[in-house]
């Protein structure tokens, strides 16, 4: 990671502090750190239940997806580190300070998502940290309608795309789990559907949270003339 990339983009933030861009950058700060847990997806791994009717192709763009996309957030969004350091180093300097102040709402809004996501993901479930992340991006714009246009690389991502591979995959572990769990196959929940049904509600909870300036009530003292 370029230190000094990031320390430019931390600058850039704050010069002009607006919440709504805050909070949008926020999201994609847990898109990046979902993104870094990714393990290349490999044709020879047949052993991975996700893919049972992926093609080679399909593991190929899923990989490059994860890659581009994760290298654009690389440059262009204050990835986790830096915002942990930054708090933990606050009182390093007077610039340090200024810089933790602006950036309390991301720390917020980093702190809010990631609480929906820990109580939401069942305790057990196979961790599928690139899907996860490809739906927060999916429903944030497609379901709910929200623009990435600050962002034009994220906004014409074809998460959709991708998904249809994951929806693919999905359908036949339902299938296959029926016939063993003698179910109707749309009774069956995967850990597929667990991450778009954690996704759509950290997007919905997201969506609805706003950060609150805490205003601290001073009481002045008057002090009495002495006559």
Excluded at 1 to 28: A, P, R, Y
Excluded at 52 to 73: F, R
Aim: hydrophobic share 35%; aromatic share 10%.
């Amino acid at each position: 990671m370029d230190q000094n990339n990031q320390f430019k983009l931390v600058l850039k933030q704050c010069e002009s502090i607006n919440l709504q861009k805050l909070k949008v950058d926020t999201l994609l700060l847990v898109v990046h750190t979902l993104l870094s847990d990714f393990d290349r997806l490999e044709y020879t791994d047949q052993s991975n239940p996700m893919l049972i009717t992926a093609s080679k192709s399909d593991l190929e763009l899923i990989n490059k997806s994860v890659a581009n996309l994760k290298n654009y957030l690389d440059n262009n969004i204050i990835n986790r580190d830096t915002l942990i350091n930054l708090f933990n180093n606050k009182s390093q300097s007077a610039l340090h300070g200024k810089i933790v102040r602006s950036l309390e709402p991301m720390k917020v809004y980093y702190k809010y998502i990631t609480a929906i996501f820990s109580t939401k993901l069942q305790k057990g479930s196979l961790w599928i940290p690139e899907l996860l992340a490809f739906s927060l991006l999916y429903n944030y714009k497609k379901e709910y309608g929200k623009s990435l246009i600050l962002h034009p690389f994220v906004d014409n991502f074809p998460a959709d795309t991708i998904l249809r591979i994951y929806n693919k995959n999905n359908l036949e572990l339902k299938k296959n789990r029926s016939q063993v769990e003698n179910e109707n196959v749309w009774k069956v929940k995967t850990n597929i559907d667990e991450m778009y049904d954690v996704s759509e509600i950290m997007v919905k909870k997201y969506l609805n949270y706003n950060f609150k300036i805490n205003e601290k009530r001073v009481s002045k003292t008057r002090r009495k003339k002495r006559k």
